[in-house]
């Protein structure tokens, strides 16, 4: 496949088949993450694989989270969507979450979300050569740093997350400006 036609053919995809992912394939994807630009060549990302019922928790963690912020206004001025929740349902159906961290830097925060960006759009048109699809998340930033806990890196800032596994559905490209 070449690039323009990963390009083309990746989705974000929501619903994923109960097939296992093998190690050679996740650390393929990874590898092409490592590959990214980055500014000054900080490789500012780090990558924590997740499955399992520390996958759930995390879901979890997004529910509760959710469900403790009572009015809608409350929602809307963090910018906090009730998507959250089908983002959380989407986490404990994929096969893998990976979860992709950076260090806390303020110097550099422009810069590195920039290059994380690279990082992760890299995986998913691996992912899509590959013939498996990604879900791109950004839902898991009100519990970051609790989900950091929880996989003790505290230390680390959560930038994003990414679903991994085998496409459930196909769906068709999605609007795009002219
Ligand atoms: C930085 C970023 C964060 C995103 N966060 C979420 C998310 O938290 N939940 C979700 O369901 N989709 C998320 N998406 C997916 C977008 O909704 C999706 O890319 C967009 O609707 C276009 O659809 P497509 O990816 O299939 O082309 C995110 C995408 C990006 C690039």
């Given at each position: 496949m070449d690039v323009l036609q990963a390009i083309e053919d990746r989705r974000s995809i929501r619903n994923?088949?109960?097939?296992?992912?093998s190690?050679?394939?996740i650390e393929d994807i990874l590898n092409c993450g490592r590959l990214a630009p980055s500014a000054k060549n900080r490789q500012p990302w780090y990558f924590v694989i997740v499955q399992?019922?520390?996958?759930?928790?995390i879901a979890d963690l997004m529910?509760?989270?959710?469900?403790k912020r009572n009015s809608k206004e409350e929602r809307i001025k963090?910018?906090?969507?009730?998507s959250v929740i089908?983002?959380?349902n989407v986490i404990k159906q994929a096969?893998?979450?990976?979860?992709v961290f950076k260090e806390k830097n303020d110097n550099w925060l422009v810069e590195d979300n920039l290059s994380i960006g690279t990082c992760i759009e890299n995986m998913c048109l691996r992912a899509t050569e590959l013939g498996?699809?990604?879900?791109?998340?950004r839902d898991t930033r009100y519990v970051a740093s609790e989900i950091a806990n929880l996989v003790h890196y505290s230390d680390l800032e959560l930038n994003c997350a990414l679903d991994l596994g085998y496409a459930n559905q196909f769906p068709n490209p999605r609007p795009r400006k002219n």
């Open positions: 994923f088949k109960k097939l296992k992912i190690k050679e394939i399992g019922n520390i996958k759930s928790q529910i509760e989270d959710f469900s963090i910018g906090c969507p009730s089908a983002t959380a096969p893998i979450l990976i979860l498996l699809g990604t879900l791109w998340i």
